[in-house]
Structure formats: C-alpha cells, structure tokens
C-alpha cells in the first residue's frame, strides 16, 4: 500500500538523518555539540512556514470553491505549523541557554517566531469556536489570509525593532560538505514528515465531517 | 558534558511534541471511525423501519 | 448612489449617532486615564526609565481602548437586527466596510487626541513642536487600528465569546503596526532624525493599506449569514 510504503521511507529517512546527526557530521569549532539542534531547528521552522503557505491556499480556494476540502487543509496545515513552531520555539531556548547564557532573548527570528506563532494559535481558536457552525471555515478562511500577508509584515517590523540585537546566527553560513549533506538530508527528512502528517491528519479530518454528516442526517429523518 | 544534557533535551522535547500529536490523531481516527460505524448502523436501521425507503 | 457614496452615508450615520450621545466616547477617555493609572504603578512611570517606556505605555493605553472601542462598531447594528437591512440595500458590501472603518478611525483619533494631555501630563512633556509629527503617527496607527479591527468586529459579531476572541484575533495581527507606532513615537520625542523615523513610516504606511485593502476584500465573506 501507497501509505504504507512510504512511512517506511520516512521511516528510514529520519534513521539516517539521526545517524548523520549523532555519528557522521563533525562537530563545529565555535559552539560544540549544542550546534547539532541547528540540524532539526531550521527544518522545522521550515516545515512550518510551509504549513502557513498551505493555509493561505487553502483559505483563499475555499472562499473562491467553498469546497470542503480546501477548508481541511487550511485547518489541518494551521495544526501541523503551530506543532512544527511548537518545536521551534522549545529547541531554540535550549540551544540560547547554553551559547548566549540565557533561555530567552527577544532577538528578531525568535520574537518574530513567537508572534507568528500565536497568530496561527489564534487561527485554530477561530476555528475551534465556531467549530459545529457553519460559519467556522469562512470566518477561519479569512483569518487565514490575514495571517499569511501578516508574516513578512512581522518579520519585517520586528527586524526593524531590534536592528541592534543581530544575535542569530546568520543564515548564509559557510557549511562543511558534510555539513551541507546532513542539512539537506534534515530537510528532506522533514518535509516527508510533514507531508505524513498532513495526509494523516486530513484523513482525520475527512472522517470527522462524514461523522457529522451522518449526525445530522440522521436527526433529520427523525 | 552541560551541553549534551541541553542537546538532548532539545531532541528530546522534539520527540515528545511529535509523538503526543501521532498518538492524539491515532486516537481520534479511531474514536470516529468507530463512531462512523455506529452511525452507518444506525441509518440503516432508520432505512429498515420506515416503509418507504 | 456611488461605493463612496454609500460609505459616508454610513459614517455620517455612525458620527451623528456617536455625537448625539457621546456614549463610547467619554468612557474610552476614562479607560485610557485608568490605564495610565495602572500603569504608573506598574512601572513607576515618574522614573528615569520614563522616556524609554512612555511611548509604549501610550500605544499599549490606545490598543487597549481600541479593543473596547472597536468590539462595539457592530453592536448597535446587532442590537436592533439593522445589519440585515444594512445588507440587504443595494451595493457593495466593502462600502459598509469603509463606512464603519472611517467611523472607527475617526472614533480612534478622537480617544487619542483628547487623552493627550494626561499623556503629556503624567510624563511632563513640554507641548512643543513634536505634537504635528505626532499627529501623523497617530492618524496612520489609527488606520491600522482600524482597518483590521473592523473587520474582526464583524467577524467575532457572529461568534462565541465574542468579547473574548476580539483581543485575541487582534493583538497578534497588529503587533508589527504597534511596534512600528511605538519606535516612531519614541523616536519623535527624542527629537530623532527623519531617516530613522521613515522605515517605521513606511511600514505603517503599507500595514494600513494592505490590511485596509484585504480587509474591504474579504468583508463580504465575513458578514455572510
């Protein structure tokens, strides 16, 4: 089965890239071991400005079909992008504590991290109180959309705020060849996670408007 | 080693967001597929009784 | 009778009745007083640390009433069912939108201007010059305020909790307008320079028009029945 076989792959894809991890790539000079969270921090935040892509495309094609599968997968990717920044948010503190001193500073990427977070976290809460209305997926579809054009907006403005406080490490480091292999194998890693989950988690969610089908079906003939 | 120990926990805090979120959706397609089931059952029932379907 | 057209006749109505009885518009002074209040002691505002805090106590201050303000722009037209009517007329529903967005901004500046000078009293500022640039900051913050807050209010009309989920939709969404407003402000009172004013103009800038664009948009989709 389809399914099947590729949970297999992603199964042994993230067996490598934990091996490329933990056994293979060489440590790096300035930071030491704590540099490895990098492998799984950046792969994530990735996975996660996906997930928020998909739920911008998923908004504006329900508002232009009103098919409800457009809908599932504006709210299925709203739930994997708060999951993957969830994962964001926690390694980036515990890769801070270590190198700058402290859990928590309220450098660029991360605070602008955060604010996508909780605007996607508010997403889910539109969603979640009109959940048994019918107005929940039109109401989320344009909150939806907001909340995409908002992100290079927060980028932006929060890098404008705390231009003196550069403490990231740069985006566009030299990397070591093996270094770069272990990246992109990350990458690809995650990615086919995602795309796991997302599969998994609209299947859940197809399931769950049939169930509410059928309710309302059969308190109709009633 | 202190770094290890934050390095770990970093891989570990990971894991448990991703498992948790596995074993949450595992559980609710269960829960609704059997209430997919019950449901399905019982409009068939409702079909059986009335006369006209 | 013209988009436009249909807009100020909105905002007229929303004006006169606001003028008629003043009823939001006293109580949001007051909030904004009690906030500063609250504040003080929170902070101890009359501390050196004054003039680095001062213009985010301010904004905060503005955000705050604006989410009381601003949750109320639907509630009289939800109180006597007049949204159907204002729906079911003839014409674009982004007009409605424009109308009750105007309404809002204006409503806006009008809470900010009159509670400046407790502003400028509790931080013991001396009015100077810095008042017309400062008007600026607050006509385009109002306008993001604005446009992305009427649009939530009729959105969050239609739902549960709706007092509750307004913040909580809001807050988040103009963080990058509200960052922007508040270096702007603190820039003005230190008497920066204009080229480090102007990137914070410019994000404003396109914050109120891109969100005021967006937001007439999806207007109609988010006042559907």
Known sequence: ?222 | MDNLHFLFAAFAAMWIVLFSYLMRLNRRTGELGRQLEELELKLLEQKGDSPDS | MSFLGRALAILRKDLQAEWRTKERLSPMVFFVLLVLLVFNFSFELGGAALHEIGPGVLWSAYVFASLLGLGRSFADERENDALDALLLAPGDRGAVYLGKMLGNLIFLLAIELLSLPFFILFFNLSPGFFLVPLLGIFLLGSACLASVGTLFAAMSNNMRLRELLLPLLLLPMILPALISCIEATALILANGRFEKLLPHLQMLGVYAVVFTVLSLMLFEYAIEE
């Not at chain 1, 299925?76 to 402290?102: D, N, Q, R, T, Y």
């Not at chain 1, 955060?114 to 909150?143: C, E, K, N, W």
């Not at chain 1, 609209?202 to 509410?212: F, H, K, P």
């Open chain 1, 1 to 222: 089965m389809r399914s099947t076989s590729f949970s297999y792959l992603i199964f042994a894809t993230m067996l490598i890239a934990l091996g490329a991890i933990f056994l293979w790539v060489p440590t790096e000079q300035e930071m030491g071991i704590i540099q490895r969270i990098f492998y799984f921090h950046v792969p994530s935040a990735i996975c996660a400005f996906i997930a928020f892509f998909l739920v911008f495309v998923g908004s504006v094609q329900y508002l232009r079909t009103r098919e409800d599968k457009w809908d599932r997968l504006a709210l299925c990717a709203a739930e994997l992008g708060v999951v993957f920044g969830l994962i964001v948010l926690i390694s980036g503190p515990l890769w801070a504590k270590p190198v700058w001193g402290v859990y928590w500073r309220w450098e660029p990427r991360l605070t602008s991290m955060l604010i996508t977070f909780t605007i996607y976290a508010a997403y889910l809460m539109v969603r979640d109180y009109g959940a048994h209305s019918t107005q929940a997926p039109r109401l989320g579809a344009v909150f939806g959309i907001l909340a995409f054009v908002n992100v290079p907006l927060v980028y932006y403005s929060v890098d404008l705020w705390a231009a003196d406080q550069q403490l990231h490490p740069p985006r566009n480091v030299e990397l070591a060849p093996a270094m770069l292999y272990t990246k992109w194998i990350c990458y690809a890693a995650f990615f086919l996670l995602l795309l796991r989950l997302l599969a998994q988690r609209m299947e859940l969610a197809r399931i769950e408007t049939a169930v509410a089908r059928l309710r309302q079906k059969l308190s109709d003939e009633v």
